[in-house]
Nanobody, 118 residues
Framework: QVQLVESGGGLVQPGGSLRLSCAAS????????MNWYRQAPGKQRDLVAT???????IYADAVQGRFTISRDNAKNTVDLQMNSLKPEDTAVYYC????????????WGQGTQVTVSS
């Protein structure tokens, strides 16, 4: 059983930066895509960024050019570097691991709060 633990959230002013980190307690197979999702109050949980085992990345339009996802397979960690933060980036951010074939095989972290406000 894999457990995902996020860290790095907090309060930041508009235009600032934060780096989120997700640590897996067990080894994550290369067959899992690692993702960051976010959920703002009263809204659905949305996919923010994805990284595959070979390092390919996909970003939501809302964060393209501002956020960078990275993965260290040896350390079983996935980071999300967030720059030029906006108030609309305020949300709980969740780390997620999803098998590329077995769609039912999914792991979630507990989430970390990011608040962008002056």
């Amino acid at each position: 059983q894999v457990q995902l633990v996020e860290s790095g959230g907090g309060l930041v002013q508009p235009g600032g930066s934060l780096r989120l980190s997700c640590a897996a307690s067990g080894s994550i197979s290369p067959n899992y895509r690692m993702n960051w999702y976010r959920q703002a109050p009263g809204k659905q949980r949305d996919l923010v960024a994805t990284i595959t085992s070979d390092g390919s990345t996909i970003y939501a339009d809302a964060v393209q050019g501002r956020f960078t996802i990275s993965r260290d397979n040896a350390k079983n960690t996935v980071d999300l570097q967030m720059n030029s933060l906006k108030p609309e980036d305020t949300a709980v951010y969740y780390c997620n691991a999803r098998h590329v074939v077995l769609s039912w095989s999914v792991y979630w972290g507990q989430g970390t709060q990011v608040t962008v406000s002056s």
